[in-house]
């Protein structure tokens, strides 16, 4: 399989550009710039590599820098923004910086002919960030675009495979970028298109079935896309010896426990083990109002039941989790790795004794998780779900979560969302639900007063939950939801919309 390496000094869109490169079907990987030398560069078989952007300058003391011999290997090397002038420096070019000549936004660039801006206008539209520019070209290069603030927008040395541009062709503003990536990818390294899910799921399986022969495995369902896709290619590995816990704390959603327990276990031939342990965490968080124990509490139980049953089912050899590639880049980014607490399973490896953790979508992005769910036959429902939190409605009965609120909630936000789903809204909102407030308010009904609580209408459009922005949801739909919620559910007087965007609000009110 052919691979690029994604070269990481520091840029908010490592993650992008390495999905940019794989959306075109060429595995991508990201390591860190000081985690891999040229040698082991050389060793692995790259077909070309990405400098991707960073925060510095050059010559900043602190910088990230490279080692040359990376750009003497022969193999295709492409700079962006910080990477470029990186690129430059390295190879004896100068980098300036002038205050008039930072750009920011979309800025217009044009080109003079050059490998990367085949089939590209003259003239287009790129997202610029930068402070610094390439002001002295290193030898064997020559300038291919242009802006009206900066002479080299894009440089390249063809004979040695070297290419540099200042703009980023992996952020969706510039207009072209797909084509100018599909260039050097194809054009210049000559990847071959053979990273599919289909494959993945062919080797990954037969991977697992010979390391896992004859082992006990456990894996933590939550009932999420990731654990659930993580079981069903184990399942199809190693059958009946893989041993899903579903620990349903009695905060889930209307009707959620038993939907995953039937299409996973009944349909899909899982082989789970529920635990109903509504009545302990329900009991564990009687009176407690602040939601930092919320979750404490929640999280700390999680373990106590899940290992309860593990224990139960005798020595187990293997843990296995849903990670995902985003979660192992965070994990190993900076010099002390740190470990990204899972959902609710994070302490699990280190509080039980397992002799090997099985993590079989570590490779993957979460649209290549999903496509691969859809592929072993998850039904599209639960594979295309929105995000749901761990401590799940707990964080959303705002203030003491009781039995009846959590009913009301459960019905309040089970309307809400198959209204949403009618509309056309449900494919561009990232994430929709209700929230109960503690504060009730006066109302009247028929002839006499009623006084009931108040639930609050969440909706958000985001791409990486980092940033969101409140949904602009038409009238209608808010209204067909409100009048539903409070005629169809009993002891609710008034609902509300959240128009508050992250930041300063958080997508959770708790
Ligand atoms: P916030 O509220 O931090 O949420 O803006 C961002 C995204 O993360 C989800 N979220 C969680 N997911 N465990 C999880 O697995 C948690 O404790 C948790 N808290 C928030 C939230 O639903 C949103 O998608």
């Known amino acids: 399989m052919d691979k690029i390496l994604v070269l990481d000094f520091g840029g908010q869109y490592n993650l992008l550009i390495a999905r940019r490169v794989r959306a075109e079907h060429v595995y991508a990987e990201i390591k860190p710039y000081n985690k891999i030398t040229a040698a ?42 910080y990477g470029h002038q990186l690129m430059a420096y390295t190879l004896g070019g100068e980098i300036a910086s002038a205050e008039n000549s930072s750009e920011y936004g979309k800025t217009s660039v044009t080109h003079k002919g050059g490998v990367l801006f085949k089939d590209v206008p ?71 298109a053979d990273w599919t899910m289909d494959d993945f799921i062919e080797t990954s399986v037969a991977k697992w079935r010979e390391q896992l022969a004859g082992k006990k495995v456990l894996l933590a369902l939550s009932g999420g896309v990731d654990s659930s896709v993580a079981a069903v290619l184990l399942h199809r590995a190693i059958g009946k010896d893989l041993y899903s816990v579903f620990v349903d704390h009695g905060l889930l959603r209307k009707n959620e426990g038993d939907y995953v327990e039937k299409t996973l276990g009944e349909k899909l ?30 999280g700390g139980e999680f373990i106590h ?52 953790i099985a993590e079989p979508l570590r490779e993957l992005f979460k649209d290549e998780v999903r496509e691969v769910g859809e592929k072993l036959g ?23 979560i009781t039995e009846e609120k959590l009913d009301i909630l459960r019905d309040a936000d089970a309307i809400f969302r198959e209204e949403l789903d009618r509309s056309e809204f449900r494919e561009t909102t990232a994430q929709y639900f209700a929230v109960l407030l503690d504060t009730r308010s006066v109302g009247v009904m028929g002839d006499s007063r009623t006084y009931g609580y108040t639930v609050a209408l969440r909706a958000v459009t985001t791409d990486d939950f980092m940033t969101a922005d409140f949904a602009r949801l038409p009238y209608s739909v808010l209204e067909k939801a409100s009048g539903r919620i409070t005629n169809e559910v009993k002891g609710v007087t008034r609902v509300v919309y959240d ?11 708790e």
């Open 40 to 81: 082991e560069i050389a060793a692995e078989g790259y077909k070309g590599i990405i400098f991707t952007g960073g925060p510095n300058s050059v010559y900043d003391e602190s910088s990230p820098h490279v080692d040359r011999a990376v750009l003497e290997l022969g193999i295709p090397v492409l700079g962006i923004c």
């Open 122 to 192: 003259e003239e287009s539209n790129t997202f610029m960030s930068h402070n610094d520019y390439v002001k002295t070209l290193p030898e064997g290069f020559r300038a291919v675009a242009c802006t009206s603030k900066c002479g080299v927008a894009a440089m390249e040395n063809p004979e040695k495979k070297l290419f540099g541009v200042q703009f980023h062709p992996e952020v969706t503003h510039t207009d072209y970028g797909r084509v100018i990536l599909r260039n050097f990818i194809f054009g210049v390294c000559g990847a071959n």
């Open 269 to 298: 031939g899982l082989n789970i083990i529920r635990v109903n342990a509504k009545d302990l965490f329900l009991e564990k968080l009687k009176g407690v109002c602040e939601p930092e124990k919320k979750r404490k509490i929640i």
């Open 305 to 356: 039941v899940f290992e309860k049953a593990a224990r139960e089912l005798g020595k187990i050899d293997v843990l296995a989790q849903g990670t995902i590639y985003p979660d192992v880049v965070e994990s190993g980014r900076g010099d002390s790795a740190v470990i990204k607490s899972h959902h609710n399973v994070g302490g699990l490896p280190a509080v039980m004794d397992f002799k090997m």
């Open 378 to 400: 998850i039904p599209r429902e639960l594979v295309r779900r929105q995000p749901f939190p761990g401590p799940g409605l707990a964080v959303r009965v705002i203030g003491e």
């Open 499 to 509: 128009i508050t965007s992250k930041p300063p609000a958080t997508v959770e009110w």
